[in-house]
């Protein structure tokens, strides 16, 4: 029997997104761990801007744990905050900005797992 991958949010050490300079995340589930999903939680810190971008494969769903935030949505702005979920449609051009004066913390989960 295969023993459950148990990830710890305040485990690890911040990495600076590749693509996004000034945002920082953590992979705490990867394909290794959940063949269908892989789950990463990501920092905004105040005036950072995570660009337009696209998943092309995955289902992106986001979980606001701290902060709020702008989220487009094609062009359109939605404002998000705390305690949110959102779910991105595969291919739906998005990004998020950080106008607040605190940071903005997500998890996300990508469905199937990012590689």
């Not at 459950?4 to 590749?18: C, F, K, S, V, Y």
């Not at 990867?30 to 990501?42: F, G, K």
């Not at 998000?80 to 996300?108: F, W």
Request: no cysteine.
């Amino acid at each position: 029997m295969a023993l459950p991958r148990i990830a710890d949010l305040t485990a690890g050490e911040w990495q600076e997104h590749a693509r996004f300079p000034g945002i920082y995340m953590k992979g705490l589930l990867t394909s290794a761990d959940n063949p269908l999903a892989s789950v990463n939680v990501v920092q905004v810190p105040h005036g950072g801007n995570i660009g337009r971008h696209r998943h092309t494969q995955q289902l992106e769903t986001i979980w606001v744990i701290k902060g709020n935030a702008i989220l487009i949505l094609d062009q359109t702005e939605v404002p998000i905050r705390d305690g949110q979920i959102i779910a991105i449609p595969i291919g739906l051009e998005h990004a998020l900005r950080n106008e607040g004066q605190a940071l903005v913390e997500l998890l996300t989960f990508f469905t199937p797992p990012l590689t």
